[in-house]
């Protein structure tokens, strides 16, 4: 009679577990065409001229913002009241390897760096491109996105060694999507973090950069002795000078940003800075020149010579004098993407204005990577790609309510949620690690 009444209840349970799988699946599949929703009643950042709106409504049609007002009629679609709190634009999880770095400790789920060649010998390759590696299945892609990340720049790194030229990355977004939603970018390192890679001082790096330059140029021939890059390599760096693609180059030191303002005015090379520590010093220079730098507002003490400088009001002094400034973690954390929002919270802690310090996470980003006509602020046009917050979005204290791309509203689970409610939920008669019909 046990046995009959414990199989009885196995088949109930996974009739329970089967009903919830269904209607789990028919929620994802509502959601992957309801693309027609009214926001309504938000305070709407729109992270662009037209600043904060109160008390506005948004409406969403086949995943492009279709209207922005007060009164909108809903139509046939899906009405969410947001009760007043705030609406952004999905947000930048900043230069990171995210979708390219599954388990930092575990090499062969490391993407984002390129590791040819042995010993001291220099390997330049700048038509590696990590996007050719994102997995849009990644366990951090759900845990980004559920904290109101929306895209991502994935970055070459020189961890592995190479040359200076570290590769090409692009931006991404957190949708599933699996190819970049932007141009591609040069990655290039300078100063101590690159002297290894150079010969042991920074002062030949722009000897070398100049020869690759001198190089696709054609003033050295492929087949020269000297020569460095492949064919490959020339048509790719190609396309970053003379006024071509954008260069995100790492650098702190002042001395070495001015020598680099020098190099890409004398090729005419579109550049934006990676750190930049020490930018500060040079803020009238990088805005005469339109150079935005992507910076880490919480690096105020030196992990190195090249970061004496480095100070909490970094981002307000740049900001002050016309530098466009987006946020980076200097570490590329990965797995902390969400972290980002404390960043542009603390740089608005230390003088930078709340609105400086929303357009780094959004629309600064965006138009210098690029995808500035689809993302990264809320107007009429552009991508549904929203967050709705249940308060200040750079206080960490705030959590997202909703994230949508195109309209769609995502199941707002990651593993680490999953994690969390099988751990508090209350145990029974099993240890809480069991499934609850295991009891």
Not at 205 to 222: A, K, N, S
Not at 225 to 248: E, K, S, Y
Not at 263 to 290: F, M, T, Y
Request: no cysteine; glycine share 12%.
């Amino acid at each position: 009679m046990n046995r009959t009444n414990n199989r009885t209840q196995n088949r109930t349970h996974r009739g329970v577990r089967l009903a919830a799988l269904a209607a789990a699946l028919a929620l994802l599949t509502g959601n992957a065409f309801a693309q027609n929703v009214l926001i309504r009643n938000a305070t709407v950042h729109t992270a662009s001229a037209q600043g904060t709106l109160k008390n506005t409504d948004v409406l969403v049609r086949d995943g492009t913002i279709a209207a922005i007002g007060t009164g909108l009629p809903a139509g046939s679609a899906t009405v969410v009241d947001a009760g007043g709190k705030p609406l952004t634009p999905a947000m930048f999880g900043g230069v990171s390897a995210i979708g390219l770095d599954e388990v930092s400790s575990e090499d062969p789920t490391n993407d984002q760096s390129l590791a040819l060649g042995q010993g001291k010998q220099m390997v330049v390759r700048p038509e590696f491109d990590v996007t050719l590696a994102y997995n849009p299945a990644s366990v951090l892609v759900p845990i980004a996105r559920v904290e109101g990340i929306g895209f991502t720049l994935l970055g070459a790194d020189t961890a592995n060694g190479g040359s200076i030229i570290a590769g090409q990355g692009a931006v991404v977004r957190l949708d599933g999507s699996a190819d970049p939603a932007g141009p591609k970018l040069l990655f290039i390192q300078l100063g101590s973090d690159g002297a290894g890679l150079s010969g042991g001082t920074r002062a030949s790096q722009w000897m070398l950069l100049d020869q690759f330059i001198d190089e696709v140029r054609g003033r050295i021939p492929t087949n020269a002795p000297m020569a460095m890059l492949t064919p490959a390599g020339r048509a790719t760096l190609a396309r970053f000078i003379d006024g071509g693609g954008r260069v995100m180059v790492g650098v702190h030191r002042a001395a070495d940003i001015r020598q680099l303002l020098r190099w890409s005015q004398r090729h005419n090379v579109r550049i934006a800075i990676q750190g930049g520590d020490e930018a500060w010093k040079l803020a009238p220079q990088l805005a005469a020149a339109k150079v935005p730098v992507f910076l880490d507002p919480l690096s105020n003490l030196p992990r190195s010579f090249d970061q004496l400088g480095a100070t909490l009001e970094n981002a307000a002094r740049l900001r002050n004098a016309g530098v466009q400034v987006a946020f980076s973690q200097s570490d590329k954390a990965s797995h902390n993407a969400r972290k980002i929002r404390q960043l542009a919270g603390n740089a608005v802690a230390n003088g930078l204005s709340w609105e400086d310090g929303l357009a780094g996470l959004t629309r600064v980003p965006a138009e210098t990577l690029g995808v500035g006509d689809r993302l990264g602020t809320i107007a009429v046009g552009k991508r549904a790609d929203l967050v709705l917050w249940t308060g200040d979005p750079l206080d960490v204290s705030s959590t997202a309510r909703q994230v949508w791309f195109d309209g769609r509203a995502i199941p707002m689970r990651s593993r680490q949620t999953e994690l969390r409610d099988r751990y508090l939920r209350a145990a029974g008669t099993l240890p809480r690690a069991y499934p609850a019909d295991a009891n």
